[in-house]
């Protein structure tokens, strides 16, 4: 099993661009998340999905968008790249319901906006 | 708000001691609190998951300890090795939300040879 899959691990963009990163998990949860990490900040969420075909935005959902495609895969839209958004990108699943919030996480995409 | 805090520096610990790492929360009463290793370049991975009713939980060589009272949890590692070496990052349930978790930013551990 791959658990959670991200592609691509880096990016660099030019402020203004859009790009989509992506997100699979072969883990059969139901609930996927983007977050961001930045130095000296905690995991910030982004936005999340808590079952297929459902989104809600996080704490900094601003500048972003997100898909639900199926059950497998979430995926983070940038749709004009700013400066700000330079970061750590992580995408994880929740495995069990609320309450059992432990979190599998992928490996990362490092996202550099020129 | 809800407020997670984790010392900031670094901490620097002998091969064979016990590191000791403090997670400390305000504003909220969390029903669990969770404790996460991040290698760097890599997502954090679980380790342990300690609930606002338990006042310890051990796994192997870890021990994660929840005082409800001071709100803080204490995350042990004994017999600590250099493989030790991570960022530890501790998490608790979101007040508003059952699927979010709030994050401490995470306390960086160096186990010296």
């Known amino acids: 099993n791959a658990g959670v899959t991200q592609t691509p691990k880096f990016q660099v963009l030019k402020t203004g661009q859009s790009m989509t990163l992506q997100c699979a998990q072969d883990m059969n949860h139901n609930s996927m998340y983007w977050y961001r990490q930045d130095p000296g900040m905690g995991l910030r969420l982004i936005y999340y999905s808590a079952s297929e075909g459902t989104?809600?935005?996080?704490?900094?959902?601003?500048?972003?968008?997100?898909?639900?495609l199926n059950k497998r895969e979430f995926s983070l839209r940038l749709e004009s790249a700013a400066p700000s958004q330079t970061s750590v990108y992580f995408c994880a699943t929740l495995a069990g319901g609320p309450g059992t919030d432990t979190q599998y996480f992928g490996p990362g995409t490092r996202l550099t906006v020129l | 708000s809800q407020k997670i805090e984790q010392n900031s520096e670094a901490l620097n610990?002998?091969?064979?001691?016990?590191?000791?790492?403090?997670?400390?929360?305000?504003?909220?009463?969390?029903?669990?609190?969770?404790?996460?290793?991040?290698?760097?370049g890599r997502g954090p991975v679980f380790l342990l998951l300690i609930r606002e009713n338990e006042k310890e939980k051990r796994k192997e060589r870890l021990k994660v300890t929840f005082d409800t009272t001071l709100k803080q949890s204490l995350f042990h590692i004994t017999a600590s090795q250099p493989a030790d070496s991570a960022t530890y990052l501790c998490a608790l349930d979101r007040m508003d939300s059952n699927y979010q978790l709030i994050w401490g930013a995470g306390t960086k551990l160096i186990i010296k040879p």
């Open chain 1, 55 to 68: 989104t809600d935005k996080g704490e900094v959902p601003n500048g972003y968008n997100v898909s639900r």
């Open chain 2, 13 to 40: 610990i002998q091969e064979g001691k016990t590191a000791t790492l403090t997670c400390n929360y305000t504003n909220y009463s969390p029903a669990y609190l969770q404790w996460y290793r991040q290698d760097p």
